[in-house]
């Protein structure tokens, strides 16, 4: 069972492993050694901005008598996922100026201010009265007065990225039964870092298959630990954190396997 342990901003790992030996009769000794790797992933906050979709604002006004205020508001759907956080809208930009007019689009007197807030984009303002006049045959002829504008919110977040680590590789070389890999300091983010390890026996300087693959770890506050069964043997796993003093964001990972009675692995082919 996992216990989530402190939050790493770095790796250290020691593996204790006890030998396995073949002690059928008369058989040739051979040479059984562990090699144990593992990955350390950061993540870390990287603030980003991004264009959204273009909100389009498009106020008409056809009274010849009046002049029109005018007002909309605009709620774009912005940025969701588990790696963002402080997701706002942080400014915009024009798109689509039309060639011999004023930017935006307009025509006649318009007065409008776009305004903004962590979620929305407005626009509000005055239109001058519309333009009319009478055709030859005496018909009304309107020519109204609007304002059009294709905006582009832009918005900034803080994206936690990926960082895995190189991995860090220890070989256990009976009678020895220990191993320290250690993992620089990574960066610092909310999120917690992970951690997977794998175990590979080697025969004879031959890597065999993988005997175990540990699922991801993460850290927290304290130790976070880790059993499994490995046929008739059992591997415990302890990852611990250094929270002060000079190996400050430093992290070990102990690694035990047990049993007996267990043959070598068959090499591989």
């Given amino acids: 069972m996992v216990k989530l342990g402190h939050y790493l ?3 250290l790992i020691a593996l204790t492993a006890s030998a396995v030996a073949q002690e059928d009769s008369g058989a040739t000794s051979s040479s059984l ?13 990287v603030e980003k901005t991004l264009n959204l979709h273009e ?41 689509d100026w039309g060639e011999g007019h004023p930017s935006p689009y307009s025509r006649h007197d318009a007065k409008i201010e776009i305004t903004k807030t962590a979620t929305t984009l407005s626009a509000s303002g005055s239109l001058a009265k519309a333009s009319c006049s009478q055709s030859a045959s005496g018909k009304g002829v309107v020519e109204d007065s609007f304002w059009q504008a294709k905006a582009v919110p832009e918005v900034t977040l803080l994206d936690e990225e990926q960082h895995p680590q190189l991995p860090v590789e220890a070989e256990i070389v009976p009678p020895q039964s220990s191993a320290v890999l250690k993992f620089p300091a990574g960066c610092s983010g909310d999120r917690e870092p992970a951690l997977q390890y794998a175990v ?22 304290s130790a976070t630990e880790k059993d499994a069964a490995l046929g008739a043997s059992s591997i415990h796993a302890r990852w611990s954190p250094q929270t002060s003093g000079e190996n400050s964001g430093e992290s070990e990972l102990t690694v035990t396997i047990s049993g007996s009675g267990k043959k070598q692995p068959a090499p591989a082919p």
């Fill in 33 to 45: 050694t562990y090699r144990v790797s593992a990955t350390i992933t950061y993540y870390c906050p």
């Fill in 55 to 95: 909100l389009i604002f498009d106020f008409h006004n056809d009274s010849c008598q009046d002049s029109r205020q005018v007002a909309e508001r605009k709620t774009p759907t912005l940025p969701y996922g588990p790696l963002y956080r402080n997701v706002r809208i942080s400014g915009y930009h024009w798109i």
């Fill in 9 to 11: 901003a770095a790796g």
């Fill in 200 to 221: 590979t026996p080697l025969l004879n300087g031959v890597a065999q298959a993988a005997m175990y693959t540990s699922p991801l770890l993460t850290a927290g506050k």
